[in-house]
């Protein structure tokens, strides 16, 4: 079965660290854009990073510049969010994506994408 999972969500103090893993099942994601979402309650949903894999082109949005960091494996199998200096405002349930829509300057719209996650819950709170 052809699918992406996430994992590695958690409670953490603000001010700390995460790591994210959105690992492809059944396919590699050399040609694909992977992008991370997320959604907090009441919010829409927001692309946070995306990664091109091809040319490891990657946009982040505003808010988490300098903090994230979006990263594939050497097998390009699994692409990472290292998420730094986490604040409460962080929280929300974070899901990966792929597409095979490469163009734009910016993270494809979510109606592009082929695989979702389930998602993961990530809670920044002291």
């Known amino acids: 079965q052809l699918q992406v999972v996430e994992s590695g969500g958690g409670l953490v103090e603000p001010g700390g660290s995460l790591r994210l893993s959105c690992a492809a099942s059944?396919?590699?994601?050399?040609?694909?854009?992977v992008t991370w979402f997320r959604q907090a309650p009441g919010k829409e949903r927001e692309a946070v990073s995306c990664l091109r894999i091809v040319d490891d082109r990657t946009v982040y949005v505003d808010s988490v510049k300098g903090r994230f960091t979006i990263l594939v494996d050497n097998a390009k199998t699994t692409v990472y969010l290292q998420m730094n200096d986490l604040r409460p405002e962080d929280t929300a349930v974070y899901y990966c994506?792929?597409?095979?829509?490469?163009?734009?300057?910016?993270?494809?719209?979510?109606?592009?994408?082929?695989?979702w996650g389930q998602g993961t819950q990530v809670t920044v709170s002291s």
């Open positions: 059944g396919f590699s994601l050399a040609f694909y854009q």
């Open positions: 994506a792929a597409t095979r829509s490469l163009q734009g300057s910016n993270c494809p719209d979510p109606d592009r994408y082929a695989y």
